[in-house]
């Protein structure tokens, strides 16, 4: 089963993508705080990240960055409702590797289909450890 972590100061987008993304079939873990979803984090333990950009006490580009550290092979997700200047991020972030940005708002099976096609490229490490 494929495990996501989705960060989003809204509780209503994080309850939102949860119950949706979790009746496709995912396992779904949020957090509304970004230093809480830090201090929880698990190596190993999520085969994608949903990070949305914008958030109070530290960003999504921020939080990635300290996740990495934890578990450096993570696939991750960009989530914003604003336009992404890529030229400023790659300044702030210029080794930032990442090229999966979603749009809020999204429906539902748009995201799971982002998410899977993402993940198709890697092969998610919970098919490692059902087994």
Known sequence: MT???IVDDDS????????????????VDIF?????????????????????VRMPKMNGFELYKELEKIDNGIKVCFITAFEVYYEALRE???SLEVECFIRKPIEIASLAKKIKNELNVYKPRSQNLDR
């Open 3 to 5: 495990k996501i972590l």
């Open 92 to 94: 702030v972030f210029p």
């Open 12 to 27: 209503g987008i994080t309850l939102a993508f949860k119950k949706g993304l979790e009746s496709d079939g995912f396992k």
């Open 32 to 52: 509304n705080d970004p230093l809480e979803a830090l201090s929880n984090f698990e190596a190993s333990k999520y085969d994608i990240l949903l990070l949305d």
